[in-house]
């Protein structure tokens, strides 16, 4: 069974650097075929796709971040990261990683998610 | 882009069947039969209910079922269940290779 497990710091100040990592359990990312996303939600609003790593390391993401977004993976760790830098108040929502089997939006498997706040 | 539209929320009585649209445009829901519906409880992970508008993944009750017309996406729970209580969110492909979503419909079984 897949799991993914979100991690890094609840709270970041503002203009600086979010960073978080997720680690896979249960299937390795460099076993091809899969794009590893990330994806957030604002506090009472819906979801927002932020962007993809493939294994290869090609990545795509959404236009609305992509000045912002980088996202990295580190395969023989077994994990796959996000940093979002100048961060704004905006920027405070939980973050999921997610797996999609297709790259067409099929996010078979999740994490758990995990709240950022920015704030001074 | 612009997030694809939900209804807030909707209801229904226990055994009673309801559906949550989901409506985009030709260039998302419309363009492609790439559209996913996701149920979280408070608290929980989203979960994979149907992907390519109509499909189940394995282990997801056959009383979950999804469609498409047009611009616009559907998902349908007949026999409500206590269980379904929950957030639901569609997803779709657009023509600019990104994924969108809903805004959420939350369901309350009465």
């Known amino acids: 069974q897949v799991q993914l497990q979100e991690s890094g710091p609840g709270l970041v100040k503002p203009s600086q650097t979010l960073s978080l990592t997720c680690t896979v359990s249960g299937g390795s990312i460099s076993s091809g075929g899969y794009y590893w996303n990330w994806i957030r939600q604002h506090p009472g609003k819906g979801l927002e796709w932020i962007g993809y790593?493939?294994?290869?390391?090609?990545?795509y993401y959404n236009p609305s971040l992509k000045s912002r977004v980088t996202i990295s993976v580190d395969t023989s760790k077994n994990q796959f990261s996000l940093k979002l830098s100048s961060v704004t108040a905006a920027d405070t929502a939980v973050y999921y990683c997610?797996?999609?089997?297709?790259?067409?939006?099929?996010?078979?498997?999740w994490g758990q998610g995990t709240l950022v706040t920015v704030s001074s | 882009q612009s997030a694809l539209t939900q209804p807030a929320s909707v209801s229904g009585s226990p055994g009673q069947s309801i559906t949550i649209s989901c409506t985009g445009t030709?260039?998302?829901?419309?363009?492609?039969?790439?559209v996913s519906w996701y149920q979280r409880h408070p608290g929980k992970a989203p979960k994979l209910m149907i992907y390519?508008?109509?499909n189940r993944p394995s282990g997801v009750s056959n009383r979950f079922s999804g469609s498409k017309s047009g611009n616009t996406a559907s998902l349908t729970i007949s026999g409500l269940q206590a269980e379904d209580e929950a957030d639901y969110y569609c997803?779709?492909?657009?023509?600019?290779?990104?994924?969108?979503f809903g805004g959420g419909t939350k369901l309350t079984v009465l």
């Open positions: 390519e508008v109509s």
């Open positions: 997803s779709s492909y657009t023509s600019s290779s990104t994924l969108v």
């Open positions: 997610a797996r999609d089997g297709r790259g067409y939006g099929r996010f078979d498997y």
């Open positions: 030709s260039s998302d829901v419309g363009g492609y039969n790439y």
């Open positions: 790593i493939y294994y290869s390391g090609s990545t």
